[in-house]
Structure formats: structure tokens, C-alpha cells
């Protein structure tokens, strides 16, 4: 069945401008997450959506960054402002009791 | 506080030998573990969860409770095992997924 998927799977930006992110979870899964990945780092987590409750904001780095999530459907991460320390690239990750599945991510690149 | 460690960034070893990636773990209750790995180019996945208590790849992970430790092992290691290692943390529930930093596994012919 179809993954994570997640697009664009590249995008270029020029440091102030907003860039918009998108992830589409596997369908009937509860959980969704958000995570950063720099360049040979590890991960990071960012925003973490648990069906129709709050989201769990707590790993978001400034207030540039905003995700919604609309039920148990797609997901969007905004960064606002954009800078060079943004870019990296961006996993999102769907589940729905343990195992998490991972989409391949979208490569930031803040010029 | 919930927390996953991995002390190695780099676990380097030379095609043959034994691995040990090393995990610590604090939590209150009783977590689940998870191993989790990145292949080059490759999206993260699952490799094996403590419940399961199954071999994947040749890798073992055995939950110590008193150590709240969760290494994942392997006798010999491959040059396919090269990749990134992610030990994940489950507090049950609707509890997220707290992941560890990573350990980079590098397999040297």
C-alpha cells in the first residue's frame, strides 16, 4: 500500500521568504510527527500531532515554525522568515500504535 | 523525564568483528524499545522492538530493566550494516516516540 509521502521533495529558498511543507500520513493513522534531520545529525523532533488533540509543540525551534493538521489527514509545516540555519532536511512520519513509518523527506536549502 | 542516550556518535569496526550499539533509557513506567535504521538513501525504518524479541538482520536487542539499557548486538558485523541507529522510546498510549541522537555504524572491509 501506499507510504508517507511527502513533496516537494526538494525546494530552494531564499533566506526571508516562507516555505510550506507537506505531508500526506498513511491513511488511518492517528499519529504524525514532524522531525528535522541536519546534514550527518541526528533527529530532531519538532511537532508531534495525536488525533483530535492538542499537538505537542514543544520541540518547534522558534515561533517562525507552525504545522497543522487538519483531523487525521494531511499535514503542513510552515517556516516563516526563512534562514540558512534552516536548512535541512524534513521528516515526517505517520503511526498508528508503535511503529512509526517515515516518508523520504524534504531537502531545505535556504540560499 | 523521559530520555533515550546514545553515547557513541561513530562506532567503527572492521568487517567481522562484533558490534555493540549502545542505548540507555529513563522512564517511570514500563517502555517499549525500538531500534530503528537508516540505510543510505534510505528511509528510516523499524528493526526490531524488545516485544518481539526476534533477530533481525542478525541483530538481538535484549531490555535490561535494572540497567535500563537496550543495546542492539551482532556477532558479525557486514558492510550492509553501515547506516545510522536510532534507539526510540515508547511510554505507551498516546505518549509520543522519543528517539535517542544516533549512532553511525561504519562497517570497514
Known amino acids: 500500500g501506499a507510504g508517507v509521502s511527502q513533496s516537494p521533495s526538494n525546494k530552494v529558498t531564499e533566506k526571508g521568504k516562507d516555505v510550506e511543507l507537506r505531508c500526506d500520513p498513511i491513511s488511518g493513522h492517528t499519529a504524525l510527527y514532524w522531525y528535522r534531520q541536519r546534514l550527518g545529525q541526528g533527529l530532531e523532533f519538532l511537532i508531534y500531532?495525536?488525533?483530535?488533540?492538542?499537538?505537542?509543540k514543544s520541540g518547534l525551534p522558534s515561533d517562525r515554525f507552525s504545522a497543522e493538521r487538519t483531523g487525521e489527514s494531511v499535514s503542513t509545516l510552515t517556516i516563516q522568515r526563512t534562514q540558512q540555519e534552516d536548512s535541512a532536511v524534513y521528516l515526517c512520519?505517520?503511526?498508528?500504535?508503535?511503529?512509526?513509518?517515515f516518508g523520504p523527506g524534504t531537502r531545505l536549502t535556504v540560499l | 523525564a523521559q530520555r533515550v542516550t546514545q553515547p557513541e556518535k561513530l562506532l567503527s569496526v572492521f568487517k567481522g568483528a562484533p558490534v555493540e550499539l549502545k542505548c540507555n533509557y529513563s522512564?517511570?513506567?514500563?517502555?517499549?524499545l525500538f531500534w530503528y535504521v537508516q540505510y543510505s538513501r534510505q528511509r528510516l525504518q523499524l528493526l526490531l522492538r524488545h516485544i518481539s524479541r526476534e533477530s533481525i538482520k542478525g541483530f538481538t536487542a535484549d531490555l535490561n530493566k535494572g540497567e535500563t539499557s537496550f543495546h542492539l548486538k551482532k556477532p558479525f558485523a557486514q558492510e550492509e550494516d553501515s547506516a545510522m541507529y536510532y534507539c526510540?522510546?515508547?511510554?505507551?498510549?498516546?505518549?509520543?516516540?522519543?528517539f535517542g541522537a544516533g549512532t553511525r555504524l561504519a562497517v570497514h572491509p
Open positions: 500531532f495525536q488525533g483530535n488533540s492538542a499537538p505537542d
Open positions: 522512564y517511570s513506567g514500563s517502555p517499549e
Open positions: 512520519a505517520s503511526s498508528s500504535v508503535y511503529e512509526q513509518f
Open positions: 526510540a522510546l515508547h511510554g505507551g498510549g498516546y505518549n509520543k516516540l522519543i
